[in-house]
């Protein structure tokens, strides 16, 4: 029977004290939830489509794909001292089957089903570029903090010599990253238009990946800090996704996704001191990649070695930096770091002990085994790097980088390491070297100069670094403005996969035709020693390379040549807000991009000609980007860009045939064909709110490559994509 009404009140008024203290007894804080979830859901379209189309396409005429992502993070906080965190990346391919090959290359004759390609992020390993399938603990006392998490994806980083990333090309509002913070339009339009990201920031910054456990001790006494990381190798040197397993067809994109093969083991540590002269903070770091001696067994490793007559080679790395960083007055800031590397190689010999040793047949290796090697080391290699940053002249900031890398220095996740793969021990030079990506062999400046004004700002950035040892003239560049959707285009593309060849039939059949490289006429071999010229994916990138030779015989000889080379630089950038010009409170912010570089065997202050004396390559960059404020909450943007590559010291392989006593022989001839590329673009797109937390962006870039020696190369092709996020 129930209560009467007078009575039910005085039972409720009586256990008030009760309701309230098991409700505090929930509550950690003002602001905290025992338990919180977090994410956002995204779904993406691209669509490719080349209306004039080069041999290296032949695969990828058409394509479409359709993903969704699922983002959760749930964070449970049971008491004020511990919190338990994970992250889920849940992917989804929504693309499906199609019933033949037509899919991606509609000229083809119907064959087999297949399945889609996993685009972007799905793919077989790792499902996003954001932190994936984490899970961890925080827990706090005192004047202790740390949290420990484990897991696929794990960004992280500690000096710029031991663990770094560093690009300072922009990233403008046009490119919409998948990993953009939650934002409205109209922010991100302010923040992109009127001061491009060129470091730090979710959109672009300076941790690199890896997958395993990670300690990050953030809090002990005597204002110190710690980190610790245990992970695997798996995207630098022999005996990982690109050597041991060299991907065999399987999609992978990230740095590091917790492969656990067991064939190496990747150990960082950091211990720091802060507030030492009040600003300033003072770590010490440790990078060590030792590898498993018995991946001697692996097929995968020992084949591409022994397959070109060589014997295999297993490098182990360890670096130990001290480094500096904070504000030495409130105005200037500094950063450096000294480094120490040294690499253990261990070269493998064949047993007369192991059966199937033939002492006449080197490329048979069965005879190899993982108890007869010889082990050396080089001697330490010290680099330097320095940051300082002034803005003691009001509204006028300037930074100031310097740079010394020996040859033999070494340094896998660094900033030193440009593109995810060895290419020191190649001794190749890039385009932008120094500038715009740092590189064993290398000393030099950058300057920058960065002031903003009213509706406006504007950067010069200027820098000279040259290699201090000769090295063969194996020259080096990517593709900047268009590089990226060239190399999604392509069925071999994921994010990261550096030392795959670009050619969308992987080279067999018709490829691209590139200039010649070095080695022309090894067959196989490890691939991060292969030079043999043309396309290569990267990292968001597609790289080109060739040798620059002096005449036709030297290409046929083989014989490279070799100098110490030098890197020129010099960029400007800057925008202007001209929604006043129209009586508008509206942004109409106007922003350009302008960038010359080159190569060159002695120092060049402006590199604006592949003619000037001793020039092996110059590039031009340009790019116009009008952004304008619609609403509040519908933003539209353009692009209009070109970029040039020039050199006057490329050569074409030719293929003819002979006949000598009634044999047909293939013989091969090299003819001059000066590099001289136009890449074009032009694009529009939008970014709109459509709900509170939920936004639309949508871009549309049309893109031409001429080739003026070798138009087989020429092509044109539409890019679409399409992607919808909503935040909870």
């Known amino acids: 029977m129930a209560l009467p009404p007078q009575l039910q009140l005085d039972s409720i008024n009586a256990s008030l004290d009760t309701l309230s203290g ?79 090959s037509l899919g991606k290359q509609p000229t083809g ?109 953030y809090q002990l006494p005597f204002d110190m800090h710690a980190q610790f990381l245990v992970s695997q190798p798996a995207d630098m040197d022999p005996g990982t996704r690109d050597g041991l397993r060299m991907y065999g067809g399987q999609p992978g994109e990230l740095e590091m996704s917790g492969s656990y093969d067991y064939r190496g083991s990747v150990y960082a540590a950091r211990l720091a001191k802060d507030k030492i002269a009040e600003n300033l903070t003072v770590g010490l770091n440790y990078m060590g990649v030792v590898f498993d001696d018995a ?60 059966a199937g040793y033939d002492e006449k047949d080197a490329s048979k290796s069965s005879g190899y085994s993982s108890d007869t090697y010889e082990s050396s080391r080089n001697d330490p290699q010290v680099g330097v790097y320095v940051k300082a940053q002034s803005k003691y002249i009001e509204g006028w900031p300037m930074t100031l980088e310097a740079i010394y890398l020996p040859a033999e220095f070494y340094s896998p996740y660094s900033l030193s390491n440009p593109s995810r793969f060895p290419s020191w021990r190649k001794g190749e030079a890039y385009l932008n070297g120094g500038s715009l990506r740092y590189g064993p062999n290398m000393a030099g400046l950058n300057f920058k100069l960065e002031p903003t004004f009213n509706r406006g700002y504007f950067d010069v950035q200027y820098g000279q670094h040259r290699q201090l040892e000769k090295t063969k003239d194996v020259i080096v560049f990517n593709y900047r403005l268009n590089g990226r959707n060239m190399w999604e285009s392509t069925n071999s593309w994921t994010k990261h996969k550096p030392l795959f060849i670009a050619d969308s039939g992987n080279a067999s059949g018709p490829h691209y035709v590139a200039r010649a490289g070095a080695n022309k006429t090894t067959k196989g071999g490890v ?31 083989d014989e490279v040549p070799t100098h110490a080379k030098w890197s020129s630089y010099f960029s400007f950038m800057g925008g202007y807000d001209i929604g006043h010009w129209f009586g508008t409170d509206r942004n109409i912010m106007m922003t350009g991009y302008f960038a010359l570089s080159g190569i060159s065997t002695t120092i060049a202050p402006i590199a604006y000609s592949e003619k000037q004396k001793d020039m092996l390559m110059t590039s031009f960059y340009g790019q116009l980007e009008p952004a304008v404020a619609v609403t509040p909450s519908f933003h539209m943007v353009g692009i209009l860009g070109m970029e040039t590559f020039r050199s006057e010291k490329a050569y074409l392989q030719e293929e003819y045939s002979s006949s000598v006593s009634d044999m047909p022989l293939n013989l091969y001839a090299y003819k001059k064909a000066p590099i001289n ?24 870039k049309y893109m031409t490559h001429s080739d003026e020696t070798a138009p087989i190369n020429d092509f044109h092709f539409h890019y679409i994509s399409a992607e919808t996020k909503a935040w909870f």
Do not use: C
């Open 22 to 100: 098991n409700m505090e007894s929930t509550l950690l804080g003002k602001d905290d939830l025992p338990l919180a979830v977090s994410g956002y859901m995204a779904f993406r379209l691209k669509n490719f489509h080349y209306s004039e189309r080069s041999p290296w396409v032949q695969n990828d005429y058409a394509r479409t794909s359709v993903d969704a992502l699922l983002n959760v993070n749930i964070v449970a906080m049971p008491n004020s001292y511990i919190t338990l965190f994970t992250n889920l990346m849940l992917p989804y391919d929504l693309t499906g089957l199609y019933t033949n």
């Open 109 to 217: 004759v119907p064959t087999e089903d297949e399945r889609v390609l996993f685009d972007h992020s799905t793919d077989f390993y790792s499902s996003t570029i954001n932190e994936e399938l984490n899970v961890g603990v925080d827990i706090r006392a005192g004047v202790f903090g740390a949290y420990v998490t484990a897991g696929g994806v794990i960004w992280a980083n500690t000096s710029p010599l031991s663990m770094w990333e560093r690009e300072t090309n922009p990233r403008f509002v046009w490119q919409y990253e998948l990993f953009e913070d939650e934002k409205t339009v109209s922010t991100y339009y302010k923040e992109k238009s009127f001061k491009p990201v060129k470091e730090g920031g979710r959109a672009f910054w300076t941790n690199r990946s890896f997958g395993g456990v990670y300690a990050n001790v």
């Open 295 to 354: 991946i001697i067994y692996e097929p995968e490793f020992r084949n591409q070695w022994v397959s070109n007559g060589s014997v295999p080679l297993l490098l182990n790395t360890h670096v130990g930096t001290v480094d500096v960083r904070g504000n030495i007055t409130p105005k200037f800031y500094l950063m450096a770091d000294v480094a120490v590397s040294v690499t253990d190689s261990s070269v493998f010999y064949r047993s007369e002990d192991v």
């Open 527 to 557: 691939k991060q020693y292969r030079q043999t010229g043309g396309l290569f994916g990267g990292t968001w990138e597609l790289w080109e390379s060739f040798v620059a030779f002096d005449n036709a015989k030297q290409a046929l000889d």
């Open 677 to 700: 590329y136009l890449e074009t673009a032009i694009g529009l797109g939008f970014d709109w709110d459509l709900a509170a937390r939920v936004g639309l962006h949508v871009r549309y």
